[in-house]
C-alpha cells in the first residue's frame, strides 16, 4: 500500500524541517509544485508533500535519494547540479523553490527563473563569519554581508529576510530570504506610459504571520 503524505515515516536521524521553510510555506499555492534543490533524505520534500504540494528533489546524492522512493506526492532526480547542465527544462516552473544549507553561485539565476508568476523562493544558508563558529567555513560557500538580498532584488518582491547569527539548533551565521516574484499584467508599459506593472491587479496579500 503507498502511504498517504502525512503518513510518509521521516528516515531515522532526519532533521526537522527548517523553521524557516514551515514559517513561509503558507505563501505557496495551494496545491503548487515546488522545487527543492539539493535536497539530500529530503526533510523538507516530505513536509511539504504532506501539505499537499508535489515535490521534485534534486540532489546528487543517489543513496539519499532513494530514501524518498514511495513517498507520495514527491519524484527525486538525482543530478549533478554544479558540473552538469540543468537537469530541468528550460521551461519548468514551480510554485516554489525551496533551498536550504546550499549555495553555488552559479545556480541563482537559475533558481529565480524556475519561480513561476506568484512563486515563492525560500532560502536558508550560510554567511560570513560562521567559519568563528564551525564548518562550513569555505568562503566559497558563505554568503557576504546582504548577498542573498542583492540576488533577489529587483527581480522578486522581498517578503522577508534575515542576515546574523543563530544560537540553536546550533551555532551558525546565516542569511535567509522570503521572496516573490509577482503576477504582472499583460498589457505593454510603453503602451500605456510609466504605470506601475501590477496595476489593475487585485493588492497581493503576503501574510507575515502565516
Known amino acids: 500500500m503507498t502511504p498517504t503524505p502525512a503518513a510518509a515515516p521521516l528516515v531515522h536521524g532526519l532533521s526537522e524541517p527548517s523553521r524557516w521553510v514551515r514559517r513561509w510555506a503558507h505563501l505557496i499555492a495551494p496545491g503548487g509544485r515546488v522545487l527543492d534543490v539539493a535536497s539530500g533524505a529530503g526533510r ?8 499537499g504540494h508535489p515535490v521534485m528533489a534534486l540532489d546528487r546524492d543517489a ?6 522512493h514511495g ?14 547542465p540543468w537537469p530541468l527544462a528550460a521551461d519548468a516552473r ?3 523553490v525551496v533551498v536550504t544549507n546550499y549555495l553555488h553561485r552559479p545556480l541563482m539565476t537559475r533558481l529565480i527563473d524556475a519561480l513561476a508568476p506568484g512563486g515563492v523562493l525560500v ?20 554568503l557576504a554581508p546582504g548577498e542573498l538580498l542583492a540576488v533577489c532584488a529587483p527581480a522578486l518582491r522581498v517578503i522577508a529576510y534575515e542576515d546574523g547569527f543563530l544560537s540553536q ?3 551558525a551565521y546565516i542569511q535567509r530570504i522570503c521572496a516573490v516574484r509577482e503576477k504582472t499584467t499583460s498589457v505593454s508599459l510603453e503602451s500605456i506610459g ?17
Open 44 to 51: 523538507h520534500a516530505r513536509w511539504l508533500a504532506a501539505q
Open 63 to 68: 543513496a539519499a535519494l532513494a530514501t524518498l
Open 71 to 84: 513517498v507520495a506526492g514527491v519524484t527525486s532526480l538525482e543530478c549533478d547540479l554544479e558540473g552538469a
Open 94 to 96: 514551480f510554485a516554489a
Open 123 to 142: 532560502y536558508e544558508t550560510f554567511a560570513q563569519g560562521n567559519e568563528t563558529v564551525g564548518k562550513p567555513s569555505n568562503p566559497a560557500f558563505l
Open 169 to 171: 539548533p546550533r551555532e
Open 194 to 210: 510609466n504605470v506601475p506593472e501590477n496595476q489593475g491587479l487585485p493588492a497581493p496579500r503576503y501574510d507575515l504571520t502565516g
